[in-house]
């Protein structure tokens, strides 16, 4: 059985520019199967039994387009065969779904086949350095065109139960049962805490020798649309104003309802929107009246 660096398939159109390619891998010492036949429908159709009878360190399919045969060939890739080694050619990407995240593809034009043979021959020698043996030709090839089908994750989506006023309901529900859990324990430090909770304002203050020291008003709806939460920090004098607000939305890379946290100066003010989770939103705001009454008692 004969011994070939690579093997090598290409497209009908590729004909021409493949033989020069193939003629500087040759120059440059690598062994090469090749027949001008042999085009990637030329494979493709091919039978085990009708497959030339060599073994190869490489199957090199030149890859101008994702058609058919080299989709099979990037599955296979894809699938771990260590044999399939595609030759992108252009700007021709490889789709998401059929990536490897450990697999850096050659890529190059049969413009420069200098720099392909040097690509070419880095990975063999690589290869041959690891231990990889050669691999019979037929059963790579038959491997290639048996690969299965890469099934790609469906496209994340907000869950038709996803609701933004059920999700604001929530949050006020749960801020108001941690500022009254939280509060009361400001009295070790000589300060009063106290909560008003009701159906659609939270109001949080704290009091040190009856002056108020700290005051924020958590309030449902307000200047980004009646599903956000709103918070005003300092006595509210009945104009309409914010300090920051928070609006639901379904995060789908994590999969959870998250928070949307716009933040003027309720945390400290400046940069981007913010998602937080019910949880850290709590613990930035609680974090942030530390910070005033620690600077209130200096």
Do not use: C
């Amino acid at each position: 059985m004969s011994e070939y660096d690579v093997a090598v398939s290409f497209a009908e159109e590729q004909r021409s520019a493949v033989e020069e390619v193939v003629e500087a891998f040759r120059q440059r010492g690598l062994t090469v199967l090749h027949g001008p036949e042999q085009t990637h429908e030329w494979w493709a159709h091919k039978e085990g039994g009708d497959l030339p009878d060599a073994r190869v360190r490489f199957f090199v399919p030149f890859v101008s387009e994702v058609d058919d045969f080299t989709t099979a060939a990037l599955r296979a890739v894809k699938a771990g065969d260590e044999h399939v080694l595609p030759v992108l050619l252009g700007d021709v990407a490889v789709p998401p779904g059929l990536l490897h995240p450990h697999v850096s593809y050659v890529r190059g034009s049969v413009q420069r086949p200098d720099q392909l043979t040097e690509s070419l021959a880095g990975r063999i020698e690589t290869a041959e350095a690891a231990g990889w043996q050669l691999a019979p030709i037929a059963d790579v090839v038959t491997g290639v065109k048996g690969a299965d089908p890469v099934e790609e994750a469906p496209e994340p989506v907000v869950p038709a139960t996803f609701s933004r006023y059920a999700e604001q309901d929530a949050t006020l529900r749960y801020l108001g049962e941690q500022f009254a859990a939280a509060l009361p324990g400001l009295a070790a430090r000589g300060f009063v805490g106290t909560a008003h909770v009701g159906g659609t304002r939270i109001a949080v203050r704290v009091e040190r020798a009856g002056d108020t020291v700290y005051a924020l008003d958590v309030q449902r709806g307000g200047i980004g649309g009646d599903e956000t939460v709103n918070f005003v920090v300092g006595k509210p004098d009945g104009a309409a104003l914010t300090n920051g607000w928070a609006r639901p939305v379904y995060d789908t890379g994590v999969g959870a309802a998250v928070l949307e946290v716009h933040d003027f100066s309720v945390l400290g003010g400046g940069g981007t929107p913010r998602a937080y989770r019910r949880e850290e939103l709590f613990t930035a705001l609680w974090g942030r009246i530390e910070a005033v009454l620690a600077s209130t008692v200096g």
